[in-house]
């Protein structure tokens, strides 16, 4: 069975470590399993020579000493691969303390705080939160309810091309999109991945709870180039309507619909335990109100209205 690299990398990179002197090729191969499988000499050096070379670009120093019967020596020194110690002043460490309340709620949640556990014992002071208030703190967190985060967070970072069943804002049904992801972000409570959609061949911008089922990674590299700027944010205030002239208008149950209640342009008091709002109508807007229930009823205009109706009717025969 083959050895993974990984595993190779760390053997190789304990073997240099954990020497007091420089050893050659013909131990190195000895001591390393997936060294002794290399097979021909050829094989195993080249295999070796790419290891190496691997490992430095990870930052691990490793020496070429010349040995007294003319074969080469490796080993990687302690002191030259010590990283310098944790200095964080009281700011830097609060900052650090924020940080890993946000992800509270993901699966990073773990790894914020055996890493704020690791520092601390290195010597991370312990600081006072800079933004607790008089009548509580702030609890910062990113909200991370959907599935598709995690995968899709990992594909971002390593640049892999995923498939997923997307179910548009006007549409009843999901369909398949094949996209190469670039990048999360979150707005308004929601989560959306920006990226390259293969099929039409344009950036799309993905809201993740309208993902349905497994994000799977697919082989192979981008076909498209990363843009060093990507507006998100931009993109969905436009779908959504925080740039439309046009305006809608709503009746909210009181105490009800916050979100809807921090775009409105205008809110009027009915007294009958309904509210009257005016919000910007752009596209999605129709979705959005369904996702509210009994909560809303569109006023005008018709057609949204009437969008907002076809899309409740379509829920119920599902």
């Known amino acids: 069975m083959a050895i993974a690299k990984a595993e190779r990398l760390m053997n190789l990179a304990l073997c240099l470590l954990g020497t007091r002197r420089p050893l050659s090729k013909r131990e190195l191969r000895g001591s390393i399993e997936a060294y002794l499988e290399a097979g021909s000499d050829e094989s195993f050096n080249r295999m070796f020579e790419r290891d190496k070379d691997d490992l430095r670009e990870l930052g691990l120093v490793i020496e070429t000493v010349d040995s007294l019967d003319g074969d080469a020596g490796y080993l990687a020194r302690r002191d030259s691969n010590r990283l310098p110690p944790v200095a ?108 390259w959609d293969r099929e039409r061949g344009a950036e799309r911008v993905f809201r993740l709870s309208r993902i349905t089922g497994k994000v799977r990674a697919r082989p192979g590299v981008f076909t498209a180039p990363v843009p060093d700027v990507v507006t998100v944010r931009e993109t969905v205030e436009t779908w959504a309507g925080e740039t439309a002239t046009r305006g809608a208008r709503i009746r909210l149950r009181s105490g009800a619909g916050y979100p809807l209640r921090s775009r409105a342009t205008a809110v009027r008091e009915l007294g009958d335990g309904w509210d009257e709002l005016e919000i910007p109508y752009g596209h999605g807007l129709d979705a959005w109100l369904v996702e509210f229930g009994p909560d809303v009823i569109v006023l005008d205009p018709a057609d949204l209205r009437a969008d907002v109706v076809d899309r409740l009717r379509a829920v119920a025969k599902d």
């Open 88 to 195: 964080l002043d009281a700011e830097e460490a609060a900052a650090l303390g924020l940080a890993a309340k946000v992800w509270q709620q993901a699966r990073l949640a773990g790894a914020a705080s055996g890493a704020l556990q690791k520092l601390r014992a290195a010597g991370m002071p312990e600081a006072d939160d800079p933004y607790a208030v008089q009548h509580g703190a702030l609890e910062p967190r990113i909200p991370v309810h959907e599935a598709a985060f995690e995968p899709l967070m990992l594909a971002c970072r390593d640049r892999r091309p995923v498939v997923f069943d997307y179910r548009k804002a006007n549409a009843a049904r999901p369909e398949a999109r094949q996209v190469e992801p670039w990048t999360l972000e979150c707005w308004r409570g929601h989560w959306y991945l920006a990226g």
